[in-house]
């Protein structure tokens, strides 16, 4: 889960991204972008005395996919516009990550609380 927990910052940014080429009129590049990352991680299986196979895909290959197709959507988005407002972006990003961690930090606590509110009703 901590493998796909992580993907979801890449898969967030490519629901954001694509919908911006789609809207700029193109379609092509998140496909190719797509494609490329599939092909990045497909590698060879290494086991002695078979033929070469294509390994299947664990959590860990799924969340850099994602990652790596999220940056290269970022990348082409900011060359073709000219630069992102860098600024905005970074103080966006800045509010998501103090705002994941207070949300992260109460979801500990009530899991600590609930954990010990049911372990004081097996007791009895």
């Given amino acids: ?6 993907g ?4 967030s940014i490519v629901r954001i991204a694509s919908p911006a080429f789609y809207a700029l009129g193109d379609s092509r590049t998140p496909v190719k972008v797509s494609i490329a990352a599939v092909i990045v991680k497909c590698r060879p ?7 070469a196979r294509i390994s299947r ?14 940056g290269a ?15 905005r972006v970074l103080s966006s990003f800045a509010r998501i990550i103090v ?12 899991d600590r609380a609930l954990i010990g509110v049911d372990s004081r009703q097996r007791v009895r």
């Fill in 1 to 6: 889960m901590q493998f796909y927990a992580v």
């Fill in 8 to 11: 979801l910052l890449g898969y």
């Fill in 45 to 51: 299986e290494p086991r002695a005395g078979s033929s």
């Fill in 57 to 70: 895909p664990g959590p860990r290959d799924v969340r850099l996919r994602r990652l790596f197709n999220a």
């Fill in 73 to 87: 959507l970022i990348w082409f988005l900011h060359r073709r516009l000219d630069g992102l407002d860098d600024r």
């Fill in 99 to 110: 705002a994941s961690l207070v949300m992260g930090t109460a979801a500990v606590a009530i």
